[in-house]
């Protein structure tokens, strides 16, 4: 069945730093896939999006492509701030199912 | 729009009592979701509703819980009784489906954080 996989956490960065965390997927067909960004104390909350293959989503500073090739849909961003702390979340959808990966979590310090 | 509404947002109770989740979706969205989060499972779906009508409730951990969507602006998630190992955060989502796909965003509620002692 479908599946994602994302790379395990936390991830500590300081501020201005590179980030990347990486998320494979597994399904049959041309599903959607989504990031999706968890504040402490809140619901998840759509980053950004892809709909079809080569598709770049970005939103924030954020950015994500749809790699039809690899499976894969890495999350990057150039320059990390305190305010980006939070847990990550990569998900497919096909049909009416959202399937979401296990979570990165993310430090950033000042 | 206020987004998706959730109460409580925080629920003690003592196991054997009966707890009632409450949802409040977006106006104009067909398709509303129960998920439960916790650290050990991560964000699992319990049930999902198409136009007020349950699709698929594959997730539903056991008789205990039982999901309602009475009309098209509000849904509840009763456990009972409840037990320690419900304690857990409960999002509900709501998005709009169109053409038998659903390729969009789930806009999530704030949660109910339930706590069974």
């Known amino acids: 069945g479908d599946s994602v996989t994302q790379m395990e956490g936390p991830v500590t960065l300081s501020e201005e730093a590179f980030l990347t965390i990486n998320c494979t997927y597994t399904?049959?067909?041309?599903?959607?896939l989504f990031w999706y960004v968890q504040y402490p104390g809140e619901g998840l909350q759509l980053l950004l999006k892809a709909t079809k293959a080569d598709d770049k989503g970005s939103n924030k500073g954020f950015e994500a492509t749809y790699r039809k090739e690899t499976t894969s849909f890495h999350l990057e961003k150039g320059s990390v701030q305190v305010s980006d702390s939070a847990v990550y979340f990569c998900?497919?959808?096909?049909?009416?199912?959202?399937?979401f990966g296990a979570g990165t979590r993310l430090f950033v310090k000042a | 729009d206020a987004g998706v509404i959730q109460s409580p947002r925080h629920e003690v109770t003592e196991m054997g009592q009966e707890v009632t989740l409450r949802c409040k979706p977006i106006s104009g969205h067909n398709s509303l979701f129960w998920y439960r989060q916790t650290m050990m499972r991560g964000l699992e779906l319990l049930i999902y509703?198409?136009?007020?009508?349950?699709?698929?409730d594959s997730g539903m951990p056991e008789d205990r819980f039982s999901a309602k969507m009475p009309n098209a602006s509000f849904s509840t998630l009763k456990i009972q009784p409840s037990e320690p190992r419900d304690s857990a955060v409960y999002f509900c989502a709501s998005s709009y489906l169109a053409g038998g796909r659903s390729e969009d965003t789930q806009y999530f509620g704030p949660g109910t954080r339930l706590t069974v002692l």
């Open positions: 509703f198409n136009n007020n009508v349950p699709i698929d």
């Open positions: 399904a049959t067909g041309y599903p959607s």
């Open positions: 998900a497919l959808s096909r049909g009416f199912k959202t399937i």
